[in-house]
């Protein structure tokens, strides 16, 4: 997948999305090389999301950038060395049930990667052909939401509101070749996934 392509799924500004009382900000990056994306599958010890699939990203350090926080924490978990990527634009941020603002960042990768995942956080590393996910018999469901200071986690979640002040989310599956991508991670896969359909439009 070409650069520029990558770069006009970006093109337009992300959505705003008001932080939370009680939430924290932290960015993933969407690594891109050669069509494919680059997963990892979270060790099984983590105390959130453990052995789910997942994108390189955590939580900002003190003066972060998302940017900054995208890249530093790809190069942490996985040896993705900063200045191998090309942030091209944001893709939606959205909020995790475990009190995340998450800010995805789209990335091409220049140059050959050589990965060493970090065994304390990721336990197996996932190059999926983007074409694959896009032809992957893709499915969302509607989960309650019991966090009690959440608000609905995207624009479409706001028709989810039930009696009494609760919600529900939708969250999407991609299943792969015997895996599950869902939850925040699936969301944003889904995000990227329309962008992709609206350019080949």
């Keep these: 997948m070409r650069p520029e392509l990558l770069k006009s799924l970006v093109s337009r500004p992300p959505q705003t999305l008001m932080l939370p009382k009680g939430f924290v900000d932290a960015a993933v990056l969407l690594p891109v090389w050669e069509g494919h994306l680059l997963f990892t599958v979270r060790a099984a010890h983590l105390p959130h999301h453990a052995a789910q699939i997942s994108f390189p990203g955590g939580r900002f350090d003190d003066g972060e950038t998302a940017e900054q926080a995208a890249l530093r924490?790809?190069?942490?978990?996985?040896?993705?060395?900063?200045g191998a990527v090309e942030i091209l634009g944001h893709l939606n941020p959205?909020?995790?049930p475990f009190g995340y603002r998450v800010f995805?960042?789209?990335g091409h990768i220049t140059r050959a990667p050589r990965l060493t995942p970090n065994p304390e956080e990721v336990s197996e590393l996932l190059w999926v052909p983007i074409q694959e996910l896009i032809e992957?018999?893709?499915?969302?469901?509607?989960?309650a939401v019991t966090r009690l200071n959440q608000p609905p986690l995207d624009p479409e979640d706001a028709g989810l509101v039930q009696p009494g002040g609760g919600f529900k989310r939708r969250v999407w599956h991609y299943p792969w070749r015997g895996y599950d991508i869902w939850g925040v991670t699936g969301n944003i896969v889904h995000d990227f996934l329309?962008?992709?359909?609206?350019?080949?439009?």
């Design 73 to 82: 924490e790809a190069w942490e978990e996985v040896g993705l060395e900063p």
């Design 94 to 96: 959205t909020l995790s």
């Design 104 to 106: 995805p960042l789209l």
């Design 136 to 143: 992957a018999p893709a499915y969302a469901e509607e989960r």
């Design 194 to 201: 329309e962008r992709i359909k609206e350019v080949r439009l």
